[in-house]
């Protein structure tokens, strides 16, 4: 349940940011909506709520925060009359850090699997090799033997007779 609440007010942050930017139409100015409701003030993204002051006045967006003078950030609302501003900006932080850490995690995941992946395959690699050289050395060793076996059966195993004229 609280968990589905801030999901609802991280897409809700994140859809009025991106509305906020957007002109909002000059014929409903903030202060002009005053003497109403939190509900009426918010319906304009523009627009933030100060409980205190009960007063709408227009969001200061070059600021991103909005100023202690202005309202306080435990007292203002934006976007949602229930949940205060400085809550939604402790959640988004917290949100943002989860996702930052849960990508630093994955990166480090995939990188050391893929090294570990490197290691395994140079290591069957290097074991084809020992193998190949084994079996090379084998036949060698028995090529050699061979070949012995026939310089003894016609008598070449001793030394060269025509050795002796270089």
Known sequence: ?????????????????????????????????????????????????CITSKSCVTYPVKTILPPYALCPLKEARWGLCWMNFQTLIITLSVLGAILIIALMICLFCCCKCENFGSKRTEAKLQKQANKTRTKQEERKAEMNERHNDIRKKYGLSGQNPYSKFA
């Open 1 to 49: 349940m609280m968990d589905s609440r801030i999901c609802l007010a991280a897409v809700l942050l994140l859809f009025g940011l991106a509305t906020v930017f957007a002109k909002s139409s000059p014929d409903q100015a903030c202060e002009s909506k005053n003497g109403t409701n939190c509900e009426e003030c918010l319906k304009n993204v523009s627009c933030l709520w």
